[in-house]
Structure formats: C-alpha cells, structure tokens
C-alpha cells in the first residue's frame, strides 16, 4: 500500500516562497510518476506539476509555469515542489499523488497541505 505525506505548507505573503515535500513509503518509489494537484475553496481539484519517474520529464499547468518547479529525489523517496513569486490565486489545499509509471490515473493521494497567500 503506498503511503504519501505532505509537509511544507503554510502562510506567505505575495510574492513570496514555499516549498512543498511529499514522501512516498510502502512501494518503491522509483516505478511511479508524480503529480501535484491543488484544490482552492469552491473550486475543483486541478493539475498543478507532474514528473516522469526518471525526473528527467516534467509538465506544468500554464498558470504556475515560470513560478512553480517540481523536482524529485529517488533516493531520498520524496517529491518537491519549490514555489516561488506566490499569488494570492495560489491559495489552495495542495496535494500530492503517484501513478505507476504508464498508467494514466494517479491513484494514490496524500492528505494534502495547506499553502495560504496574503496580500
């Protein structure tokens, strides 16, 4: 069973940096694909980063692209994303989740984190 857990978030001013830390546990972590997601309130939960199980493949949403890096350390079994110029708009419970690689679905999730933005 794969375990996530998500650290990292919090309350930053505009323009401002955080950086989020998801762990993976019970699976090797090497075999998955990465994703981050988030979910503002009232809204959808959207796609935020993903990352190829090699790290060497990346995508991004067009509204974090420039500002949001998602990274990954195999042997540390964890996946980052380093979020840096925050707007008030990236406020939002952010969550974590692994698909094995080739599949399509991401079906394990973390329990979230909450990144908060003043302005």
């Known amino acids: 069973q794969v375990r996530l857990v998500e650290s990292g978030g919090g309350l930053v001013q505009a323009g401002g940096s955080l950086r989020l830390s998801c762990a993976l546990s019970?699976?090797?972590?090497?075999?998955?694909?990465m994703g981050w997601f988030r979910q503002a309130p009232g809204k959808e939960r959207e796609f935020v980063a993903g990352?190829?199980?090699?790290?060497?493949?990346?995508n991004y949403a067009d509204s974090v692209k420039g500002r949001l890096t998602i990274s990954r350390d195999n042997a540390k079994n964890t996946v980052y994303l380093q979020m840096n110029s925050l707007k008030s708009e990236d406020t939002a419970v952010y969550y974590c989740?692994?698909?094995?690689?080739?599949?399509?679905?991401?079906?394990?999730w973390g329990q979230g984190t909450q990144v908060t933005v003043s302005s």
């Open positions: 989740a692994a698909k094995v690689s080739g599949q399509n679905d991401y079906k394990s």
């Open positions: 019970g699976r090797t972590f090497s075999i998955y694909d």
């Open positions: 990352i190829s199980w090699s790290g060497r493949s990346t």
